[in-house]
């Protein structure tokens, strides 16, 4: 799969550009501030139905416009299929696949996917665990639109829940019957979602392993696990024990949105104990893991994008990356802010790549 085409009125800091892009290796270079990675987050928001920076689709709008429009024309398996939406102040958004409308948004996950690898990605490993959940839930949810279907409903049931809590708190007449309608939507569909999870991982870490040790020429060993508070304690039961606790807190204290995801270099603590280098490989493999198992899934490559990749990496993670890319990893979108960098690198390995220049929301193509 390769996106052949990509259109866009007024998304950020683009007015209206429409680009062709190679089927393999596209480089986008220009200074800070350009619009480089808005290219890829333009991308990233029509595999994904939103973007992978911005908390609003209104914060994707250019400055004093009221709407936008974005639209793609992806080759998947000898065939063109055309992806648009568009956004509108005050109006629902509108996201379409050869011109016919989603329901629902959650019907499009998964069909054209895409791997972003941004230098924000550490903080899978620095912030909460719910960084961690959301990184594999995305993951997870682009293979298996069952489980992407379970995580909705389990996420309505749980706010829906909290709102209760905090309404019975603040009333002090706590109303144990309704609660228990939501617990059992939780137990249903947690149940279903800590199941997924654990399969997905039990597939994920050997994947996994193979592109650390590959990155790091097998000098340090690194693993990961699934850790639930539903492995050893009875869902149903523990929702029942922790109502006054969540009476008083507000929340719900128990739950598969309180997994975790346990990273580990050696013995000890990838967080406390890794490097910013070792972090940044074990980001680089999560990601290249994903990438594989996506491959197998769907018998064809999903999209890649790399955000300033080669800046934040040490000469020897460079030749790694390189040696894939050598290999063939399909579609890739390398954005560097140091014109001819990545040309260079690329041209030592024997790849060739098309050259986009961006400057302030304009592009030129290099040659």
Not at 55 to 69: A, I, N, Q, W
Not at 146 to 156: G, Q, S
Not at 250 to 275: M, P, W
């Amino acid at each position: 799969m390769y996106l052949q085409k990509l259109q866009l009125l007024n998304f950020k800091n683009y007015e209206e550009i429409a680009l062709d892009f190679a089927s393999k290796v596209n480089v986008l270079v220009g200074r800070n501030g350009s619009g480089k990675t808005n290219l890829l987050d333009a991308i990233y928001y029509l595999s994904f139905t939103k973007s992978a920076f911005a908390t609003s689709d209104l914060h994707c709008v250019r400055k004093g416009e009221s709407f936008l429009m974005v639209k793609a024309a992806f080759k998947k398996n000898n065939t063109v299929f055309e992806v648009s939406s568009a956004i509108q102040s005050g109006q629902k958004k509108v996201f379409r696949e050869g011109g016919n409308e989603y329901q629902k948004l959650s019907d499009h996950i998964g069909r054209f996917p895409v791997i972003m690898i941004a230098p924000d990605d550490v903080d899978i490993i620095k912030e909460g665990s719910e960084a961690r959940r959301r990184f594999f839930d995305s993951a997870i949810s682009q293979l298996d639109k069952e489980y992407l279907n379970h995580l909705i409903v389990y996420n309505n049931a749980l706010k829906q829940r909290n709102s209760l809590l905090k309404m019975f708190a603040d009333s002090g007449r706590p109303d144990w019957l309704a609660i228990e309608s939501y617990d059992r939507l939780l137990v249903q569909h947690g149940e279903a979602i800590y199941t997924r999870r654990k399969r997905f991982c039990d597939e994920y870490l050997p994947v996994f392993r193979k592109y650390f040790n590959f990155l790091v020429n097998e000098a340090e060993t690194s693993t990961l696990a699934y850790e639930s508070g539903v492995l050893t304690n009875g869902f149903q039961e523990q929702l029942v024990r922790n109502r006054q606790r969540d009476l008083v807190m507000q929340r719900t204290n128990f739950g598969v949105h309180r997994d975790d995801y346990i990273f580990s270099l050696g013995e000890g603590d990838l967080k406390r104990l890794g490097s910013q280098g070792q972090q940044k490989s074990f980001v680089i493999a999560l990601k290249l893991a994903q990438f594989e198992i996506l491959e197998q899934h769907n018998q064809f490559k999903p999209i890649l994008l790399l955000d300033d990749i080669f800046d934040k990496l040490d000469d020897q993670r460079i030749t790694k990356l390189l040696e894939l890319i050598r290999s063939d990893l399909g579609q890739l979108f390398i954005t560097d802010a140091r014109p001819g960098r990545t040309k260079d690198l690329l041209d030592a390995v024997g790849v060739e790549a098309t050259v986009l220049f961006v400057d302030a929301g304009r592009i030129s193509v290099g040659h």
